[in-house]
C-alpha cells in the first residue's frame, strides 16, 4: 500500500491557480530560482518523490539506446532532482580525476539519466555532455547553498545559450561574490590575506594618521567581536617611509580605506565601509589598475554606485597613504600602479544624472589625481629630467615580502652560498641590514618596479624596468593630461581650484628646471588650475613620447632606457595603449595597424609580447606570465577601445572574438572556469608560469570568476554583432568564422578544433545557434 505523504507547506503545486506567480523565471538568479518556496510539478496525489537516477552501468548502456526511455514533451523539460543523491552520484561517475569539477579531461560515460518531474520521477531523460553535466554539478551546489534537499530543475538551465550563462553568472553572481567592505561586517573576509606567510596571521588593521574616529570605530569593532582577535594600529604621519614600511614586514595588516557616516539599529552614529570589488582568489583586497578595469565591466552590468565607491577609494588613499596603492595591504605602501583613475572618474560620471552633488564628486576625484600627477609621477625618482617621461621607479628596501616563498630562491642562492648560510638566514641578514649587498639592492629596484607596472613578471622588464619611460606609462599620463584638462574646461568653466596644499612639479620639466629646490616650487592652493597648462603638457607629453618612444622604421612603439640613452626593442602589446589614450596620429595608428599588430594576433587574442622578444625558455630560463603565449584583459580592452577610437571598429570586433571564444570555449569543457589569464596560443587556461593561474581552484561551482576576466567578457560582447555573439556561443572557431588561415596555428591545434564541435553539437542542443550552419564573415 502506498502511503501518501502531506503536503509540504514549503512546496509549491503547478497546478494551484496560483502557482504560476510563484514560478521563478528559468535563467534566474541563484538566490531567486533556488532562494524561494519548493515547486513539484505532480498533482496534489502524488507522491514527491526522489529522482529517477541511474547508476554507471545503466548510465553507460544507456547510451546504446539513446533517448529510447524518455518522454515526449512539448513545452520545457523539467527534472525532479534528490540533490545530495545526485551530487555524489555524478561525482562519483564522472569526476574521475577527482576536482571536484566536470570536465572534458574527465573520463566518465558523460551520461546521466535523471528522472522527468511531470511523471514524478518514473520516466526519465538522459543528460549528455560536458557542458550540461558541469552545469547540472553546478545548479546542484547552487541548491544545496540554499538549503534546499530537493529541486524541481529546468533543463532549459543546463542548455542554456553559454555566452548568456557565462554572463549573467559575472552579473548576479561573480560581482556579488567579489565584493568587500572594510567595516565591523566585512573584516573578516577581507582580512584574510593569502599571500601572509609570516607568524602573524590574526587581523590587523591599520589606520591612517588624522583619523581618530576611524581608529575608534575599529577599537569598538575589536571590544565587541572579540572572537576576531583584531589588532587596530595608527600609521605614523609619513606612512610610505621605507625603512617603516619594511619594518612592517613581520605584521602586515590590511589598510583601512574611505568609510560613510551612518545610523546603527540603536540610531546611533557610526561608519560603514563602501562597498568594493576584488580581483579575487590571493588577491583579497583593493587593486590598483585591476580596480579601473573591474569598473568598466561594473559599469556595463549597471552598478554605477559600485563602481563611484572604487573612485572614493582612490581619493582617500592619494590623500592618507600619498597614492594610489599597488594593493590596500601594508606592504604595498611604497608602490602605486598605471594610473587610470581621470578616466575612471569621468566614465562614471557621463554615465550619471549631472546633479551639483555629482559635480562636486567629480572635483574631488580630479582634484586627487591632480595631486597624484604632481606628487608621484611628475617627481623624481619617477620623472626622468633629461626625457621629461616618467617612469615605474617605487622607494623600498629589502625583499617584497607578498612574494610566494621560493619565488627568488635562484636570485638568492648565490648570494647565500658566498657567505656561508642558507638562505633563510640570508634572507633575514640581507632584510635587516646586517649584510649588504648593492647589486642586490639594485636587482630589487627593479622588482619593485615591474611590480609597479603592473607586468610582474615579464622579460622586457628583467634588470631595467627602473630606468625604463615604457609607452604604456606614458600614454596613460597623457590621458591624464587631457582628461584633467577637459574635465577644468567643460565642467569647472576652465577654473578649478585645488583644496590639498602640495607642491606643483615645474613646467618643461628639465635637468635644470628640477634642480631648484622643491621648497621653491608654487603651492597648489597659490593659483587657480586652467585647461591651457594641462593641454600644453600633454602636446609636450606626445612631442616627446614620439621623439623617445616611437621607432618609424620598425613603425611601432618602444620603450626607452633612461639611463642606456636607447629604446628597449622588446615589442609590447602595450604599444597600442597609445591608440587608446588617443596621443598617436592617424599614419602611426594605421601603421601599428598594419605592421605590429599581426605580431601579436594569435587564435585567441592578442599576446603580450611576441615570441622574438621573449627569447629562448629552458629549465634555467622558464616562461614569465606576462610574456608570451599569455593573454590578459587589459591588453584586450584597451586594444579594442583604442582600435576603435581610431576607426579601425572591425579589428576591435575580430580581437574580441578571439578572446571572448576562448573564454566561452574554456567556460563550456571546464566547468565554468573564468581564470585570470590565458595562453592564447594554445587557447588553455592551465598556465604554469610562475605562481599558475588564478580563479580556477574551486569546487563544484564557480563562485567568482576572476575580476578583470569578467569585466573583459562583460566589455567584450558589446563589441559582437548578434551573428558574432551566436557563433561564439556555438563555440565556432575564429578560423571558421573569419575564413582564414591562421598562420600561428598548428595542424594539431585544427584538429583540436574540428573535434570540438562534435561534443558542443550533443550538449548545446538547445542553445539558439540559428544560422550557424550558414556562417560567412562580416564585411571587412
Known amino acids: 500500500?502506498?502511503?501518501?505523504?502531506?503536503?509540504?507547506?514549503?512546496?509549491?503545486?503547478?497546478?494551484?491557480?496560483?502557482?504560476?506567480?510563484?514560478?521563478?523565471?528559468?535563467?534566474?538568479?541563484?538566490?531567486?530560482?533556488?532562494?524561494?518556496?519548493?515547486?513539484?510539478?505532480?498533482?496534489?496525489?502524488?507522491?514527491y518523490s526522489s529522482a529517477g537516477l541511474t547508476n554507471r552501468r545503466q548510465a553507460a548502456d544507456s547510451g546504446k539506446r539513446r533517448m529510447s526511455h524518455d518522454e515526449k514533451q512539448t513545452g520545457g523539460r523539467k527534472f525532479l532532482i534528490d540533490v545530495e543523491d545526485t551530487i555524489r552520484l555524478i561525482l562519483e561517475q564522472e569526476d574521475t580525476d577527482g576536482d571536484f569539477q566536470i570536465s572534458i579531461t574527465d573520463s566518465g560515460p558523460k551520461v546521466l539519466t535523471l528522472g522527468t518531474a511531470t511523471s514524478n520521477g518514473y520516466k526519465s531523460f538522459d543528460v549528455r555532455g560536458t557542458y550540461m553535466l558541469s552545469n547540472l554539478l553546478q545548479e546542484l551546489a547552487l541548491a544545496r547553498d540554499h538549503g534546499r534537499k530537493r529541486i524541481v530543475l529546468d533543463e532549459a538551465r543546463l542548455t542554456e545559450n553559454p555566452v548568456d550563462r557565462l554572463s549573467r553568472m559575472i552579473r548576479f553572481s561573480f560581482w556579488h561574490a567579489l565584493t568587500r567592505r572594510i567595516d565591523g561586517d566585512g573584516l573578516e573576509i577581507i582580512c584574510a590575506d593569502p599571500k601572509n606567510r609570516t607568524r602573524n596571521i590574526a587581523p590587523l588593521i591599520y589606520v591612517p594618521h588624522g583619523l581618530p574616529e576611524m581608529a575608534d570605530y575599529y577599537r569598538k569593532v575589536a571590544r565587541e567581536k572579540p572572537h576576531l582577535g583584531l589588532r587596530v594600529e595608527v600609521l605614523p604621519q609619513n606612512c610610505d617611509d621605507p625603512a617603516y614600511v619594511k619594518s612592517l614586514n613581520d605584521k602586515p595588516g590590511i589598510l583601512a580605506l574611505a568609510m560613510r557616516d551612518a545610523v546603527d539599529e540603536q540610531g546611533n552614529k557610526t561608519l560603514k565601509g563602501i562597498p568594493f570589488v576584488v580581483p579575487g582568489a590571493r588577491f583579497n583586497e583593493l587593486y590598483n589598475w585591476d580596480s579601473y578595469f573591474i569598473s568598466l565591466g561594473l559599469l556595463v552590468d549597471g552598478m554605477l554606485e559600485m563602481a563611484q565607491g572604487m573612485v572614493e577609494h582612490f581619493c582617500f588613499e592619494i590623500k592618507h597613504y600619498g597614492k594610489v596603492l599597488n594593493g590596500s595591504r601594508s606592504y604595498y605602501l611604497c608602490r602605486t600602479q598605471p594610473p587610470f583613475l581621470t578616466d575612471m572618474a569621468l566614465q562614471i560620471y557621463n554615465q550619471s544624472e549631472k546633479t551639483p552633488e555629482r559635480k562636486l564628486w567629480l572635483k574631488r576625484a580630479i582634484q586627487a589625481a591632480i595631486k597624484d600627477y604632481h606628487t608621484i609621477w611628475m617627481a623624481e625618482p619617477r620623472l626622468d629630467p633629461v626625457t621629461g617621461l616618467s617612469r615605474y621607479r617605487p622607494a623600498g628596501s629589502g625583499i617584497p615580502p607578498e612574494t610566494e616563498a621560493s619565488h627568488f630562491t635562484h636570485i638568492l642562492e648565490p648570494y647565500a652560498h658566498k657567505h656561508g648560510i642558507s638562505i633563510l638566514e640570508f634572507s633575514e641578514k640581507y632584510n635587516s641590514g646586517e649584510l649588504s649587498e648593492p647589486e642586490l639592492d639594485e636587482y630589487f629596484l627593479h622588482d619593485r618596479a615591474v611590480r609597479e607596472s603592473g607586468h610582474d613578471t615579464t622579460y622586457r622588464f628583467e634588470k631595467r624596468c627602473a630606468n625604463l619611460a615604457t609607452i604604456d606609462l606614458n600614454s596613460l599620463l597623457y590621458k591624464y593630461e587631457v582628461d584633467i584638462g577637459s574635465a577644468i574646461l567643460e565642467v569647472f568653466d576652465d577654473e578649478l581650484e585645488i583644496d590639498d596644499a602640495f607642491p606643483l612639479t615645474p613646467f618643461p620639466p628639465s635637468?635644470?628646471?628640477?634642480?631648484?629646490?622643491?621648497?621653491?616650487?608654487?603651492?597648489?592652493?597659490?593659483?587657480?588650475?586652467?585647461?591651457?597648462?594641462?593641454?600644453?603638457?600633454?602636446?609636450?607629453?606626445?612631442?616627446?613620447?614620439?621623439?623617445?618612444?616611437?621607432?618609424?622604421?620598425?613603425?611601432?612603439?618602444?620603450?626607452?632606457?633612461?639611463?642606456?640613452?636607447?629604446?628597449?626593442?622588446?615589442?609590447?602589446?602595450t604599444a597600442f595603449w597609445a591608440l587608446w589614450a588617443g596621443c598617436a596620429s592617424e599614419d602611426q595608428a594605421w601603421e601599428l595597424v598594419q605592421y605590429a599588430l599581426p605580431k601579436f594576433e594569435v587564435l585567441g587574442g592578442l599576446v603580450s609580447g611576441t615570441e622574438e622578444s621573449r627569447g629562448r625558455i629552458s629549465l634555467d630560463r622558464p616562461n614569465r606570465q606576462w610574456d608570451y603565449p599569455y593573454a590578459w584583459p587589459p591588453h584586450q580592452i584597451m586594444a579594442w577601445v583604442g582600435l576603435e577610437r581610431y576607426g579601425y571598429l572591425d579589428v576591435s570586433q575580430r580581437l574580441a572574438y578571439r578572446f571572448l571564444y576562448m573564454m566561452t570555449t574554456a567556460f563550456v569543457d571546464f566547468n565554468g572556469v573564468v581564470p585570470e589569464k590565458f595562453d592564447a596560443v594554445k587557447l588553455s587556461h592551465l598556465v604554469d608560469a610562475e605562481y599558475g593561474n588564478q580563479g580556477i581552484d574551486f569546487k563544484m561551482v564557480p563562485r567568482e570568476g576572476f575580476g578583470w576576466m569578467n569585466a573583459a567578457y562583460q566589455v567584450g560582447l558589446h563589441y559582437l554583432t548578434t551573428h558574432m555573439r551566436r557563433a561564439v556561443a556555438a563555440c565556432t572557431s575564429p578560423e571558421v568564422f573569419f575564413r582564414r588561415r591562421d598562420p600561428g596555428v598548428t595542424d594539431a591545434q585544427r584538429a583540436k578544433m574540428a573535434a570540438v564541435a562534435e561534443p558542443v553539437a550533443l550538449t548545446l542542443d538547445h542553445v539558439d545557434t540559428e544560422a550557424i550552419d550558414a556562417l560567412s564573415p562580416p564585411q571587412q
Not at 505523504?5 to 496560483?18: F, M, N
Not at 592652493?525 to 618609424?552: C, G, V
Request: glycine share 2%.
Open 1 to 47: 500500500m502506498t502511503t501518501v505523504r502531506p503536503t509540504p507547506s514549503q512546496i509549491i503545486y503547478y497546478d494551484d491557480p496560483e502557482a504560476s506567480a510563484h514560478i521563478p523565471a528559468v535563467n534566474a538568479d541563484p538566490a531567486t530560482y533556488y532562494g524561494g518556496q519548493s515547486v513539484n510539478i505532480s498533482t496534489r496525489s502524488r507522491t
Open 511 to 573: 635637468p635644470q628646471s628640477y634642480a631648484v629646490p622643491i621648497s621653491k616650487w608654487p603651492m597648489s592652493t597659490s593659483r587657480l588650475q586652467s585647461s591651457d597648462e594641462w593641454f600644453r603638457r600633454a602636446d609636450l607629453r606626445k612631442e616627446r613620447i614620439d621623439q623617445y618612444l616611437w621607432n618609424e622604421g620598425k613603425k611601432m612603439y618602444f620603450d626607452y632606457d633612461t639611463v642606456q640613452k636607447k629604446q628597449s626593442l622588446y615589442e609590447t602589446v
